[in-house]
């Protein structure tokens, strides 16, 4: 079965330091890939997303990712946070050839930013 | 924002009683999911639908019971709480196959069954 690791659950950064959030699935074939983001209080709201091309993808508000398909990996960063990044993560895969429209998540990490 | 809106948005019920959640869209797309968010579980599809009359089971959906009778709306039923359906329900929309798209989000029902 696909499976989605994301491997810290909890980060805390000051305001200007650099961010890395690691994702790693479990699915030897073709995938979709995603970061979303989920302020408090709020629903879930795309990041970026990679699906064929480029391996490094950017998004919005200065995040970028990079898939890396030897490593199943596809880590979410961004050179400079701020305080208003302080929200949750969550990886997510699709994969050709799983359920239609499954769409499977990873636990999500925390982001929690000092001013 | 995707053209999303869930009723109700927090809810508390007691064990036993049903529970009906909607989803509505403006959107028009084809696809429709729902999602339960639990802590340190991130999201997991409950149900899905890919058309009118046309829905099939997720990763969690035991206890649950959907129905899709316009393309605008998809409800989401727990034909008898329990406290462990205690959760945040997501529902999502996607316009094309679920591989090859991506699904938007609504804004979120909080439901508590005490």
Known sequence: AQSVSQHNHHVILSEAASLELGCNYSYGGTVNLFWYVQYPGQHLQLLLKYFSGDPLVKGIKGFEAEFIKSKFSFNLRKPSVQWSDTAEYFCAVNALGGSQGNLIFGKGTKLSVKP | ?114
């Open chain 2, 1 to 114: 924002d995707a053209g999303i809106t869930q009723s109700p948005r927090h809810k508390v019920t007691e064990t036993g009683t049903p529970v009906t959640l909607r989803c509505h869209q403006t959107e028009n797309h084809r696809y429709m999911y729902w999602y339960r968010q639990d802590p340190g579980h991130g999201l997991r599809l409950i149900h899905y639908s890919y058309g009118v009359k046309d829905t099939d089971k997720g990763e969690v959906s035991d206890g649950y019971s959907v129905s899709r009778s316009k393309t605008e709306d998809f409800l989401l039923t727990l034909e008898s709480a329990t406290s462990s359906q205690t959760s945040v329900y997501f529902c999502a929309i996607s316009e094309n196959e679920g591989y090859t798209d991506t699904q938007y989000f609504g804004p979120g029902t909080r439901l508590t069954v005490l």
